[in-house]
C-alpha cells in the first residue's frame, strides 16, 4: 500500500510537471499555427421563372436525377395546363434543355394536363426551388466561369421565351405512320421482335438502323415475343381462319391509295436524287426489266432495295423471275451471310404457295436464308413455311416504316448540308472577326508587356516573400524539433531517476515484509494457541445449544397446546352465544301471548305453487305461528306462509323456521315454530290486531 501510495505521488507531480512546461512553451513562443484557407471559388446563379395563372402558391414536389442531372417539378394532378412543347433545347449555360410531360389521357390538340416539367442541367449543380403567387422561381448556383441565363416559361400561354425547340423528325414521321393507320380499317402498329428468326416480321438490324422503330417495338415487345407469327394481328387471323364473313370491300382501295402516296413520295424523292434514278434506269435497262411487271412495282422494289442497302448488304447477284411470284430477286451478303431478296408486289392477302415459290427460287440460287417482302399480309400456312424454312417475312405494315427510312435519311441529308452552309458563312464572319481581333491582339500584347515587367517585379517579390516564409517555418520546425529532443532526454532522466527510487523503495519493503513476517510467525504461534482454547469453548456453547434447542422444542409443544385449548374454548364460548341468543329468542317468543284458532286455515309454500303443508295452526302470536305436522317440514332459509281467517282476507307473509322437533309421545307428530320476517308496518298492525282481537273473542267465550 505504501509503495502504491509513492508511485500515484509520483506520477502526479511528473503530469504537473509536464503541464506546467507546456504551458510556458507556449506562452513564450508568442505565436499560434493555423490550417491555410483558400479563398471560395466564385459563384455565379442562373434564375428560371415559370409564369402560373394563379393567385396562391401552387403546392408541388421537386426531385433531381442524378444521371442526367435533371431537376424534375411534379404538379398537382390535373391541376395545371399549358400547350408547351414536349421538348425545349436551351443551349448553354447551365441549362441543358427544359421538357414538358403531359397527362397521357387528355387530348393533344387543345390545352392539356401538365404533369411535370424536367430541366436537365448541364452538371450537378445546387439549386433551389421556391412556389411563389403566379410563379415558380428555380435558383441555380454554378461556376461563374458557365455564362449566367435567365430563362422565362409561361405556362399559361403555352410559350418558352429563351428557346424554343424544333420538332424532330421522328415525331413527324410517328405522326404521319399513325395518321395512315388511323385511316385504315385495321389500325395495326408495328410489332417487332427483339432477335432475328425465321418467320418473323423485320430482322433485328432493321430495329438498330430506324430509333423510331425501336422507340415503339418497345411497347409491344411482351405481345410479339408471345406469337410465333407477328406479322399478322390476333384479329387477322381470327378473319381468315374462320371465314364467316369476306373482308371489308374497301380495305384493298385504301391500302391502294396509301401504297400510291407512298410511291408519289419515293418519285419525288428519287426526282431529288437524279444519280438514284438514273441508276434505276440504267439497270433496267442494262438487265431488260420484266414487261409484265408495272413501273410502280419496280420502283418500290429499288427503294426496298436502298434500304437494304443502307443497313449494310451487298449486291452478289440479281436476276428476274419469269414465273410466279413475278420480280426480281437479288443474292445479297452481310457478314458473311448470305440472303435472297425479293419484293412480289401488291396485294390483300399472300398465300402459302407464293413462299414456296420463293423457297424454291432460294434452293435453286443456293441460299438458305431470305426477305420476302410484299404491300399486304401474309396468312397464318404463309407464315409457318416462312418459319419452316428461314424466311423472314415483312408485310405491309413493316414496308411502310421500312421506306420510311430512305426520306428520313434524306431529310436528315439535307439538314446536314443546310447546317455545312450556315457553318461556312460562320467560317468567314470568323475569319473577319479574326483579323480585327489581331489588330485588338497587337494592341493588348503591347500593354501586356508593361504588365508583364508589373508581373515581373511582383513575382520576384512574392518569391523572395516565399523563401523567407520558407526559412522561418524550416527555423520554426528545427526549434520544434530540438524541444522535442530536449523534452524526450529529460523524460529519458526522469525515467531513470523513477527506477532508481523504484529499487531503493523495493529493497526496503522487502526488509519490512521480512520484519513482518518475523512476526506474523509469532502472532501465528499465539494464535494456534487461542485457535485451541476458542474450539474448546465451541464444544461448551455446541452442549449449551442442544440442551437449549431441547428446550425450546418443549415449550413449542406446550405453546401448540396452549393454542389448541385456546381455540377449542372460543369455539365452546362461541356454542354458548348461540345457546344464549336461541335461549333470548325463545324467552321472547314464549313472552308473546299465543292464541288457538281453530277455525283458522294455514298454507304453507316452499317456492312453489302446491303447498308443503296445509292444516290448522297451533298457536298464533303477534310474532310468529306454530304448527302440528304429522311429517317432518323441509329445513330452508324461509316459507311463504297464507293464513285464512274466518270473515277476513288471507294474510301473506314471509317466515323462517326457527325450531323443529318430534313429540315425546308414542304418535309421531313433530311441532315447528316460525318466526315473521320483514313484515311492513300495516302487515305487523294488522296481526297484532288479528291476535288481540282474538284474544278478546277467546276470553269473552270462558267468562261467559
Not at 397527362?103 to 411563389?132: A, E, N
Not at 401488291?346 to 398465300?351: A, H, I, S, V, W
Amino acid at each position: 500500500m505504501m509503495t502504491i501510495k509513492r508511485d500515484t505521488n509520483w506520477r502526479g507531480r511528473t503530469w504537473a510537471w509536464v503541464v506546467g512546461v507546456g504551458l510556458g512553451l507556449a506562452a513564450a513562443s508568442g505565436q499560434s499555427f493555423c490550417a491555410e484557407t483558400s479563398s471560395a471559388a466564385p459563384v455565379s446563379k442562373t434564375l428560371i421563372v415559370l409564369a402560373l395563372d394563379a393567385h396562391a402558391p401552387v403546392p408541388l414536389r421537386t426531385t433531381f436525377q442524378e444521371t442526367p442531372p435533371t431537376i424534375i417539378i411534379t404538379f398537382p394532378r390535373q391541376r395545371v395546363t399549358g400547350a408547351l412543347p414536349e421538348h425545349s433545347a436551351v443551349g448553354g449555360g447551365a441549362i441543358a434543355s427544359i421538357a414538358a410531360r403531359y397527362d397521357s389521357r387528355t387530348s393533344s390538340q387543345s390545352k392539356r394536363f401538365l404533369d411535370s416539367i424536367r430541366i436537365v442541367l448541364s452538371g450537378p449543380y445546387q439549386y433551389q426551388v421556391d412556389s411563389q403567387a403566379g410563379r415558380i422561381v428555380i435558383e441555380i448556383q454554378h461556376p461563374a466561369s458557365i455564362r449566367s441565363t435567365s430563362v422565362e416559361v409561361g405556362l399559361n400561354g403555352g410559350t418558352v421565351i429563351g428557346g424554343v425547340g424544333q420538332r424532330t423528325m421522328n415525331e413527324r414521321f410517328r405522326a404521319m405512320q399513325e395518321a395512315l393507320a388511323s385511316a385504315t380499317p385495321t389500325p395495326w402498329t408495328l410489332q417487332l421482335t427483339s432477335e432475328l428468326e425465321p418467320g418473323s416480321s423485320v430482322a433485328s438490324s432493321l430495329r438498330r438502323a430506324s430509333p423510331s422503330i425501336n422507340a415503339r417495338a418497345g411497347a409491344t415487345q411482351g405481345s410479339a415475343k408471345a406469337s410465333t407469327a407477328p406479322v399478322m394481328s390476333t384479329t387477322l387471323v381470327r378473319r381468315w381462319t374462320a371465314q364467316t364473313r369476306p373482308p371489308w370491300p374497301g380495305a384493298t382501295a385504301w391500302w391502294i391509295l396509301a401504297i400510291g402516296g407512298l410511291i408519289a413520295a419515293a418519285g419525288a424523292w428519287l426526282l431529288a436524287r437524279q444519280d438514284v434514278l438514273g441508276t434505276f434506269v440504267n439497270r433496267q435497262a442494262s438487265r431488260g426489266a420484266n414487261p409484265r411487271l408495272a413501273s410502280g412495282v419496280l420502283l418500290v422494289d429499288e427503294l426496298v432495295w436502298r434500304a437494304f442497302e443502307q443497313q449494310g448488304y451487298q449486291l452478289v447477284i440479281e436476276s428476274a423471275l419469269t414465273q410466279p411470284p413475278l420480280g426480281t430477286m437479288r443474292v445479297i451478303i452481310k457478314d458473311g451471310d448470305k440472303s435472297a431478296l425479293l419484293f412480289v408486289g401488291n396485294g390483300p392477302f399472300f398465300e402459302k404457295h407464293t413462299v414456296e415459290r420463293f423457297v424454291q427460287a432460294m434452293r435453286h440460287a443456293g441460299v438458305e436464308r431470305g426477305f420476302l417482302v410484299a404491300a399486304g399480309s401474309f396468312t397464318v400456312p404463309a407464315q409457318r413455311m416462312a418459319k419452316a424454312h428461314h424466311v423472314t417475312l415483312v408485310a405491309r405494315e413493316q414496308l411502310t416504316e421500312l421506306l420510311t427510312l430512305g426520306a428520313r435519311s434524306e431529310y436528315f441529308t439535307k439538314q446536314l448540308e443546310q447546317q455545312h452552309a450556315k457553318l461556312e458563312e460562320a467560317r468567314s464572319t470568323l475569319r473577319q472577326y479574326e483579323n480585327e481581333l489581331a489588330t485588338l491582339r497587337r494592341q493588348r500584347n503591347e500593354a501586356s508587356w508593361y504588365l508583364g515587367e508589373e508581373r515581373a517585379k511582383s513575382a520576384k517579390l512574392e518569391l523572395e516573400l516565399e523563401q523567407a516564409g520558407q526559412e522561418l517555418r524550416r527555423q520554426e520546425a528545427d526549434l520544434q524539433r530540438w524541444e522535442q529532443e530536449a523534452a524526450s532526454l529529460r523524460k529519458q532522466w526522469e525515467e531513470s531517476q523513477w527506477y532508481l527510487g523504484e529499487s531503493h523503495a523495493r529493497v526496503r519493503h522487502l526488509e519490512s515484509q521480512l520484519s513482518d513476517l518475523q512476526g506474523a510467525t509469532q502472532r501465528a504461534e499465539a494464535a494456534e494457541r487461542a485457535k485451541n482454547e476458542a474450539q474448546w469453548y465451541l464444544g461448551e456453547a455446541h452442549t449449551k445449544r442442544e440442551q437449549l434447542e431441547q428446550e425450546l422444542a418443549g415449550l413449542r409443544e406446550r405453546v401448540e397446546q396452549t393454542v389448541s385449548q385456546e381455540h377449542a374454548l372460543r369455539e365452546t364460548l362461541a356454542a354458548l352465544k348461540q345457546e344464549l341468543e336461541a335461549l333470548r329468542a325463545y324467552g321472547e317468543r314464549r313472552a308473546q301471548i299465543r292464541v288457538r284458532v281453530d277455525e283458522a286455515r294455514v298454507e304453507l309454500f316452499n317456492g312453489s305453487d302446491d303447498p308443503v303443508f296445509s292444516g290448522s295452526p297451533r298457536d298464533l302470536s303477534a310474532s310468529g305461528i306454530g304448527l302440528d305436522t304429522d311429517q317432518e317440514l323441509p329445513t330452508l332459509p324461509s316459507f311463504r306462509i297464507r293464513l285464512h281467517v274466518p270473515s277476513q282476507e288471507p294474510i301473506e307473509f314471509s317466515a323462517q323456521q326457527v325450531w323443529q322437533r318430534s313429540s315425546t309421545d308414542t304418535t309421531e307428530r313433530y311441532h315447528s315454530g316460525y318466526q315473521w320476517l320483514e313484515l311492513s308496518d300495516s302487515a305487523r298492525a294488522r296481526m297484532t290486531q288479528l291476535v288481540t282481537q282474538l284474544i278478546d273473542t277467546a276470553q269473552t267465550s270462558s267468562s261467559s
